[in-house]
Antibody
């Protein structure tokens, strides 16, 4: 079975840094684009970053551009999110998810359980 | 970015009843629309991809329809496990995927 397990969430102060990890199993990780999505407490879902299969092309939401860096290690079947310059508004549960493509369509078919990042001033 | 507007934002219904949730976009996205279900404290779960394609393992009482800018998720014969929050998500602009605000389906 496909499994994604996030880790690394913690309580930090504004301006601090964290590195989130997402460990993948049950599928050929190197063949899939991956994303990070976050959900602030009581709010909806926000895509924040994605990375292609080879780790060469990344995209970021404006809200995190310049502060967050996505990367992956296909040999370790792991996805990462380096978060610097954390702000109170970055407080959220962070999910990693797998992107599926078929023809011109794409969707997020498998999600991790999430990891909580709490930023205080 | 493509803006997504869901309606209603909340609704109440009874077990056995049927509900419909609408998702509108501010530009045409063809069939590039997905639906997810989220229960409290859990990760989102894919229900429908490509506007109307049922994800494997999802009950057939979930049905997606629409194209362009107007989409609908219909849940027929609501079951107790269907009370959750439902999100639409556009997959047309892969440089900035966006979600709707979410619609809470509650027990009447």
């Amino acid at each position: 079975d496909v499994q994604l397990v996030e880790s690394g969430g913690d309580y930090v102060q504004t301006g601090g840094s964290l590195r989130l990890s997402c460990a993948a199993s049950g599928f050929n990780f190197k063949n899939f684009e991956m994303i990070w999505v976050r959900q602030s407490p009581g709010k909806g879902l926000d895509w924040i970053s994605n990375i292609d299969e080879g780790g060469t092309t990344m995209s970021y939401a404006d809200s995190v551009k310049g502060r967050f860096t996505v990367s992956r290690d296909n040999a370790k079947r792991s996805l990462y999110l380096q978060m610097n310059g954390l702000r109170v508004e970055d407080t959220a549960v962070y999910y990693c998810a797998r992107v599926r493509y078929s023809s011109s369509l794409n969707w997020f078919d498998s999600w991790g359980q999430g990891t909580l990042v709490a930023v205080s001033s | 970015d493509i803006q997504m507007t869901q309606s209603p934002l909340s609704l109440s219904a009874s077990v056995g009843g049927s509900v419909s949730i609408t998702c509108r976009t501010n530009q045409s996205i063809g069939y590039h629309l997905n639906w997810y279900q989220q229960k409290p404290g859990k990760a989102p779960k894919l229900l429908i991809f490509g506007a109307s394609n049922l994800q494997s393992g999802v009950p057939s009482r979930f049905r997606g329809s629409g194209s362009g800018t107007d989409f609908t998720l219909t849940i027929g014969s609501l079951q107790p496990e269907d009370f959750a929050i439902y999100y639409c998500q556009q997959s047309y602009n892969t440089l900035a995927w966006t979600f709707g605000q979410g619609t809470k389906v509650a027990f009447k």
